[in-house]
């Protein structure tokens, strides 16, 4: 992430008017490092029926830059899959001056972060849950049968109506059309896959569909609990190392069933080439009653799980019997301090744990990909046929409400783990994928439980 965002540097576009007039920029939605989105007015619709868009202004790179690459790249795999109901749709981009303006639908409801942890509407309904992944899944699989891999799949990058029903997946910044890749540590990091992260697992290669299924997976335990199974998926996270001690952990620590539980486990399967695929996936999901602990389990949970319950607005009935502490008297003396813990998976025990997802930028790409021909409006010059279903299509059933700014892909400096750069083919090893097993693994599930006991009750987060 740059140390100034470029947001700040851009002026304020409020009431200005671009493509030759037609659509005029009225309040701003919101902003990130590396661009500004607005509501704006189609100024050709009738005043009795307006049609409002959501627009991305982004400053204009260097013609021929490797920036420019990634902003081409970006809105080429977008554009080759947005047809599809629940993915959002690229309607116009027009290159005006030193910036450029994409114009998007505008989705009521805000993103699907919003939705979990401010709004909660997930919380108890099953019917939602599964109406509202199933969508998400498809248009993840839709993009997968497309040959596009999104890379960067998080409650962030999901936009979706008021009332949560209805989901559309954004935000193509970091996509790639290479279905194995060497950037390990591409994505936000509480949705990484161990193989992407790479510090781990012993892959010379990672498949980028298979770690798309991965980060699935989290974003089915966001909507379940409101919470995220962990922060990092290396060993050096307390709660990740001891979900590998014991692959039922999440359902000693969060209130979900334990039919979703052995869906969970088959998404969050080491090896990804025995991960569930997503159609599979769908099917689990279809099959399932309830993806909640039920009132009479909730009762006999562990004070961990029925305090999350609690932070995510479900109904906890009283305790049917004393619980036995699962850290024994002997753990409160473990050293949390942790020799074995670096940066970028370490935690304190006082931070919020895991959910809202961190503030940092993800982490670009590395690769150089050839790019579709994508012809865009350059209104300084001639208009050369863009991309442009705005005649077609409206999006005045969401002409209200915040959208989140989507993130901007850049090249800084990316560092990357050793890997084989004596690999001719881009195929993933068929050796086994394999995690260290923690040495303690007592010792790490009683730092897991312990973090997760400190927070207080009500807490979105581990």
Not at 388 to 415: F, K, M, Q
């Amino acid at each position: 992430m740059p140390s100034a965002a470029l947001s700040d540097s851009m002026p304020n576009f409020t009431n200005k008017f671009f493509d030759e007039g037609r659509y005029k920029l009225l309040d701003q939605l919101g902003s990130g490092a590396y661009g500004k989105v607005y509501r704006a007015l189609d100024t050709t619709s009738p005043s009795t029926h307006p049609v409002h868009y959501a627009v991305k202004c982004l400053v204009r790179p260097k013609p021929g830059s490797r920036q420019d690459d990634f902003q081409r790249r970006e809105f080429n795999l977008h554009n080759m899959v947005c047809a599809h109901p629940n993915i959002v749709t690229i309607h116009k981009v027009v290159v005006q001056g030193e910036f450029v303006f994409v114009i998007l639908d505008l989705c009521a409801g805000g993103d699907l972060f919003t939705a979990i942890t401010e709004n909660q509407v997930f919380s108890g309904r099953d019917d939602l849950v599964k109406k509202s992944f199933i969508e998400l899944l498809d248009a993840i699989h839709w993009c997968h049968e497309k040959g596009v891999f999104h890379r960067d799949i998080k409650p962030e990058n999901v936009l979706c109506s008021e009332d949560g029903s209805h989901l559309r997946l954004a935000d193509f910044g970091l996509s790639t059309r290479q279905r194995v890749s060497r950037d390990f540590g591409c994505g936000s990091s509480y949705y990484m896959s161990p193989e992407c992260i790479g510090k781990e697992v012993r892959m010379q290669m990672y498949s980028t569909r298979h770690s798309d299924v991965w980060s699935l997976g989290v974003i089915l335990v966001n909507m379940i609990t409101g919470r995220n199974p962990w922060r990092y998926a290396t060993t050096k996270d307390d709660c990740f190392a001891a979900f590998i001690h014991d692959t039922d952990f999440l359902l000693q620590v969060l209130p979900i069933s334990s039919d979703a539980n052995e869906v969970i486990k088959r998404i969050f399967t080491l090896n990804p080439q025995e991960r569930i695929n997503l159609p599979d996936l769908r099917e689990e999901i279809l099959k399932l009653d309830t993806f909640f602990m039920s009132q009479k389990d909730l009762a006999l949970a562990s004070d961990c799980v029925r305090d999350a319950a609690r932070g995510y607005g479900l109904r906890v009935p009283p305790a049917r019997i004393t619980r036995t502490p699962i850290v024994t008297s002997e753990a409160a003396n473990v050293d949390t301090s942790s020799d074995d813990q670096d940066s970028a998976g370490s935690s304190s025990s006082e931070e919020d744990y895991l959910y809202p997802s961190p503030g940092e930028q993800p982490s670009p790409p590395t690769e150089h990909l050839d790019l579709a021909d994508l012809r865009i409006v350059d209104s300084n010059t001639i208009n050369n046929g863009p991309i442009d279903r705005t005649s077609s299509e409206s999006s005045a059933g969401d002409s209200e409400g915040p959208v989140t700014p989507e993130t901007y892909p850049v090249d800084p400096d990316v560092e990357i783990p050793d890997i084989s750069e004596e690999l001719d083919q881009p195929v993933v090893t068929d050796r086994e994928s394999t995690l260290k097993a923690p040495s303690k693994p007592s010792q790490f599930l009683q730092r897991a439980v312990q973090r997760l006991k400190g927070i207080s009750t009500g807490s979105l987060a581990f």
